[in-house]
């Protein structure tokens, strides 16, 4: 029976479906091996893998026949966060596990390499793995050791992949950032963590054009005093500048890979969070946490195989490609898309999962709502069979978004709208294969993930927003941040304000039937006279009005108490902010969300700042129009366009010397 505060969902698997999945087949498994529940379906599963934390990620490492040279002495041996120590004495290899498939299916495609002219390029198991082979050889003759930091500053093409693995079979540390990022973010990532080498392109192609790198290159190995190597790429066909080595030279020969075998919790790669004031936190997480995370999420929740066709769109920049690349571990075959998102039409992403034959598509919820916008019929245009679900992250996964997947792609389509972090390159809620999809919620909490809402005293909420904190460790947790010796920036980052718990900064409601509602972040949440609501409930009401193409709302408490919300909209071309639309934005938010949140000023603005991976920038605007200078509000380098933000300064001066306009 349906009611009103729990309508009938928008997908629900069929019995085949649900008994086809891995995930069933694990649940099946572990009830006869490791006492977990046989009946009672995903949420009995869930129960049981927090409350019986440790047999459950033993459980995960014997499914996936996890590959431990020595064997570890338990699962968990301090439950402390932060500090928990996975797997003590247990050594294993991340890459080793992500070349596993080339014994078995030597000659079938690892990688389908797809450049803007979407023409998919296949690179078999036994050739990656011949390349990793080579690569660790040479990595290893040029002195990189175990622990050594390796960088990438490539895009999302195959070479990527093999760097990274190669230096995971070194048991060295590999760290990467996308071409599109300039000289000063790099350098803000790298020079934290000092690599030893540094893989380049001569440049990318993007929305059709070249974009040459070649001086951000030559600027990176000056500032970089730690480099022994440079290994340069040639993209666009350049020679390799003088001193650096070429890509061809260094993964010519045919060598069986040599995987060092490290410590459950040796660092495995380094990711950066936006950090867009301060310098970006330098997040380190393991080869045994990552392994462990990523073969529960790919081969469980994600439900890959084999037979399955991954395609993310991702840059070498954000999280996603790491989780992307490790779609090798469940043999499952990964689809490496270099290019813009919309070229040559906005359409490009469905006309790749076409030619790709993709399994799951990743996406931006942006993505989604700009086709939406663009009127874009992706079945009607491309063959889209393949596609058993399609995956949103990045941000909430509007209302209007699940329809239109749900009427545009496929009407016996799973929706995925998943969220985690960078801090744990996985997902906190998000994709369950045997679960219903209800509108505008995650399907539930992750397998072993103690997620919850918690009001400000600690309290669990259900049906009520709260912070998301998770309350027991998980493996991916990072082991620690760079450069953060005493731990201080860890724990202020995640354990402030519940000590010994995981708080994330956003916003979620976990309903009475399990699933999972995020409201945006919660360091930028409006708070009008005590009512709190998340930006992102904001941006998805506004965004609906054909007029708008993106919005940013801002909550600033006054010096004299007052509180002062004003929303700065970046209008569609051709439109134009005058009062009827003024009336429609607060009509739109009075009637969908609430009176208290209707903004006290809508402000036109030239564009919406993001971070370099595209999420908007909502706390240092709030700073800016609290009169902070623009040097300490935000981090110039982590910024997609720091000409928009002197708009938000500007803002902020003309306001402080007289009325606001709006």
């Not at 064997?71 to 080793?96: C, S």
């Not at 731990?487 to 900064?505: A, C, I, N, Q, T």
Request: with cysteine.
């Amino acid at each position: 029976m349906t009611s009103a505060a729990n309508p009938a969902p928008l997908w629900q698997p069929d019995p085949d479906r649900i008994a086809a999945a891995r995930i069933t087949r694990f649940q099946a498994w572990a009830a006869e091996r490791h006492g977990a529940p046989a009946e009672g379906g995903y949420a009995a599963l869930h129960r049981w893998s927090i409350d019986e934390l440790e047999t459950f990620w033993q459980a995960v490492a014997e499914w996936f026949d996890v590959h431990f040279s020595t064997p570890y002495e338990r699962v968990l041996a301090d439950r402390a966060m932060p500090g928990a120590r996975w797997f003590p004495g247990a050594t294993l290899n991340y890459a080793e596990h992500a070349l596993r498939a080339a014994e078995a299916r030597p000659h079938d495609p690892a990688l389908l390499h797809v450049d803007e002219t979407h023409e998919p390029t296949p690179i078999s198991w036994s050739e990656l793995r011949r390349q990793v082979g080579a690569l660790a050889a040479e990595l290893r003759a040029l002195g990189v050791r175990p622990g050594d930091r390796v960088s990438g500053y490539l895009p999302n093409i195959p070479q990527a992949v093999t760097a990274l693995l190669a230096t995971a079979a070194v048991g060295a540390v590999w760290t990467s950032c996308a071409p599109d990022f300039g000289a000063r973010s790099v350098l803000d990532r790298f020079q934290q963590v000092e690599p030893v080498v540094l893989f380049t392109v001569d440049g990318y192609r993007y929305g059709g054009k070249e974009h040459d790198r070649t001086d951000t290159v030559a600027e990176l190995r000056r500032e970089l005093p730690t480099l022994r190597a440079v290994i340069h790429i040639p993209l666009l066909g350049t020679e390799a500048p003088e001193g650096a080595l070429d890509w061809s030279a260094v993964t010519s020969a045919d060598v069986e890979p040599v995987f060092e075998q490290v410590a459950f919790d040796h660092p495995l790669w380094v990711l950066y969070s936006s950090g867009t004031t301060g310098l970006p936190k330098a997040i380190v997480q393991s080869q045994g946490g990552i392994l462990l995370e990523h073969f529960k999420q790919i081969g469980l929740h994600c439900d890959l195989g084999p037979e399955d066709r991954f395609f993310w769109y991702t840059s070498t920049g954000w999280m996603m490609w790491n989780f992307l690349v490790s779609g090798l571990l469940t043999g499952t075959t990964v689809v490496l898309y270099d290019g813009s998102p919309g070229y040559p039409d906005t359409a490009a992403q469905w006309r790749i999962a076409e030619r790709t034959k993709a399994t799951l598509f990743g996406t931006s919820a942006a993505y989604v709502m700009a086709c939406g916008k663009a009127e874009v019929h992706p079945s009607r245009d491309f063959d889209l069979s393949a596609v058993k679900c399609v995956a949103t992250t990045g941000s909430p996964l509007p209302p209007d978004g699940f329809r239109w997947l749900h009427d545009e792609v496929a009407g016996d389509l799973w929706i995925a709208s998943v969220s985690g972090g960078t801090d744990v390159c996985s997902c906190f809620a998000g994709a369950v294969p045997t679960l219903p999809v209800h509108i505008g919620e995650l399907q539930a909490a992750c397998l072993g993930t103690d997620l919850q809402s918690w009001d400000l005293q600690g309290k669990p909420l259900i049906g009520e927003v709260g912070e998301l904190v998770v309350t027991n460790p998980m493996p991916s947790m990072p082991i620690r941040f760079w450069n953060d010796p005493d731990g201080s920036r860890y724990r202020d980052s995640y354990f402030e304000m519940f000590p010994g718990v995981w708080r994330h900064g956003d916003w979620i409601t976990i309903t009475d039937h399990g699933s999972v509602v995020i409201h945006g972040r919660s360091d930028s949440t409006l708070n009008r006279q005590g009512v709190r609501m998340g930006s992102a409930d904001i941006y998805e009401a506004v965004e609906r009005l054909p007029e708008i193409r993106e919005s940013l709302v801002i909550g600033l408490e006054e010096p004299d108490g007052g509180y002062w919300m004003p929303l700065f909209v970046h209008l569609a071309d051709g439109a134009t902010l005058d009062d009827d639309l003024r009336a429609r934005i607060k009509r739109t938010i009075r009637e969908q969300l609430s009176p208290r949140h209707v903004p006290d000023d809508i402000i036109e603005v030239p564009g919406v700042p993001h971070t370099l991976t595209g999420k908007r920038i909502e706390v240092p605007v709030k700073r800016l129009l609290q009169g902070t200078p623009l040097t300490k509000a935000v981090n110039p380098g982590s910024v997609d366009n720091l000409e928009l933000l002197r708009f938000y300064e500007n803002v902020a001066r003309t306001r402080g010397s007289g009325p606001s306009a709006g």
